[in-house]
């Protein structure tokens, strides 16, 4: 299993971004998926997560800003990000469950890609 | 602030015991399984206990999970330097509907 994230860059605040996270040596649409986030120094904290069948569920920091999707077809998880702020700023690491639910149990992880929100 | 309290560090010599601590509620920890994360310095998070006290393949047997009630403990036995990392236990809490990890617990090999 490998899971690649891109889409990371430098966004004024206000502004908008759009994840993306390629997922490859697995049937993508059997496992539920998540977007977890990093600040420089900070702990983990998760962000997103949707099952297979596409339930969402949001932190409460970002519910109506970001958006969590995926295309089964193409293999890919999103992460539609709106209206950032500074404290948005981290690394953002998608991570698959063990099974297509949310819990937690996160058995693969990708490397990160960095969203700084910054004017 | 998370909803799951980890001490912020622990620490010990080579060959020693430690165990990190982590705190919750009924919501949380007392209706859901936990789960235990290694992160080493700049690299991703990795799977170290899954559903309170199993390991996957590949973990050593020097790292234990435990839970009762509202609370997990990850046990490292016979302590080495490269376990010095930062670790997080995470579970899914009932109220927010999300998953939460505690803040993370930095442990030093003097």
């Known amino acids: 299993v490998q899971l690649l994230e891109s889409g990371g860059g430098l966004v004024q605040p206000g502004g908008s971004l759009r994840l993306s996270c390629a997922a490859s040596g697995l049937t993508f649409s059997n496992y539920g998926m ?12 998760w962000v997103s997560a949707i ?15 970001f958006t969590i999707s995926r295309d089964n077809s193409k293999n890919m998880l999103y992460l539609q ?11 953002y690491y998608c ?5 297509d639910t949310a819990m937690g149990n996160f058995d ?5 890609t960095l969203v700084t929100v910054s004017s | 602030q998370s909803v799951v309290t980890q001490p912020p560090s622990a620490s010990g010599t080579p060959g020693q015991r430690v165990t990190i601590s982590c705190s919750g509620s009924r919501s949380n920890i007392g209706n859901n399984f936990v789960y235990w994360y290694q992160q080493l310095p700049a690299t991703a998070p ?6 309170n006290y199993e390991r996957p393949s ?48 930095k442990l030093t090999v003097l």
Not at chain 2, 70 to 97: F, H, P, Q
Request: glycine fraction near 16%.
């Open chain 1, 34 to 45: 998540s977007w977890v986030r990093q600040a420089a120094g900070r702990g983990l904290e």
């Open chain 1, 51 to 65: 099952s297979g069948g596409g339930s969402t569920y949001d932190a409460d920091s970002v519910k109506g800003r």
């Open chain 1, 81 to 91: 990000m709106n209206s950032l702020r500074v404290e948005d700023t981290a690394v």
């Open chain 1, 95 to 99: 991570a698959k469950e063990y099974r």
């Open chain 1, 108 to 112: 693969y992880w990708g490397q990160g």
């Open chain 2, 46 to 51: 990795k799977l170290l206990i899954f559903r």
């Open chain 2, 58 to 105: 590949g973990v050593p047997d020097r790292f234990s999970g435990s839970k009762s009630g509202t609370s997990a403990s990850l046990a490292i036995s016979g302590l080495r330097s490269e376990d010095e990392a930062d670790y997080y236990c995470a579970t899914w809490d009932d109220n927010l509907s999300g998953v939460v990890f505690g803040g993370g617990t």
